[in-house]
């Protein structure tokens, strides 16, 4: 992953991927994978998501992962919250409440990090990475997730050749090639999402979807 191209961005403040709410497609479908309550949720590339603590906030563990420091201190000092601080073998962890944010590479987790983990909720990762790092994530992260994981993925479908990435098109053929071995993948919702990001028009952008999936794990 061009960890320096992610660290440059919240240096530099170029973050216009972070959202000032919580994404209202987390909260319409989330319901539907019927999770426990307690249920320890992984936020791969979390940012400081309004998503995590939305998350927390009904009940979940949630394990956030995120390779900027400054992102993830941010996200705590917008939420008012103290977190305790220790070094582990994949990153810096802090923990506040039912948060815990992994400050270290999403690559650098093992099996056992999140052989606990029943759900995962992607709105951000899988389309912020290259075709390359794309194939590499979903062997490494989903293939580690245990076996009746339920995920939340959404993804982006629009003319690739229309705009370079970050974000990435991933169109649902993609989706079921990565997924389909192992995944058993149903798409709840496509949304026409052009209309509502004029700076993709802005861009050049002639079609935009949001493909929303709930993917679980065989």
């Known amino acids: 992953m061009d960890t320096d191209f992610w660290l440059q961005r919240w240096v530099q403040g170029q973050t216009g991927f972070h959202q000032s709410r919580v994404m209202p497609l987390l909260q319409k479908h989330w319901p539907g994978l019927d999770l426990p309550a307690r249920a320890r949720v992984l936020v791969p590339l979390a940012g400081k998501s309004l998503d995590v603590a939305w998350l927390a906030g009904q009940g979940h563990a949630v394990l956030a992962v995120e390779i900027s420091s400054l992102a993830v201190e941010q996200f705590f000092a917008e939420h008012d919250l103290t977190p305790t601080v220790r070094d582990t073998p994949h990153g810096r962890l802090y923990h506040a409440g039912r948060i815990d944010y992994l ?11 999140l052989s606990d983990c029943q759900a995962c909720y992607d709105r951000a990762a899988l389309i912020a990475l290259t075709p390359e790092l794309r ?15 339920r995920a939340l993925l959404l993804t982006l479908d629009y003319p690739q050749a229309e705009m370079d990435g970050p974000p990435f098109s991933v169109p649902d053929t993609e989706v079921q090639a990565r997924y ?5 993948i149903e798409c709840l919702e496509t949304r026409d999402v052009l209309a509502t990001e004029p700076k993709f028009a802005e861009r050049g952008i002639t079609r935009m979807n949001t493909n929303v999936y709930r993917l679980t794990a065989r």
């Open 103 to 113: 400050c270290g590479d999403i690559f650098g987790l093992d099996a056992a990090t």
């Open 135 to 149: 194939a590499r994530y979903v062997d490494h992260v989903y293939g580690q997730l245990p076996a009746g994981c």
């Open 180 to 184: 389909g071995s192992r995944w058993q």
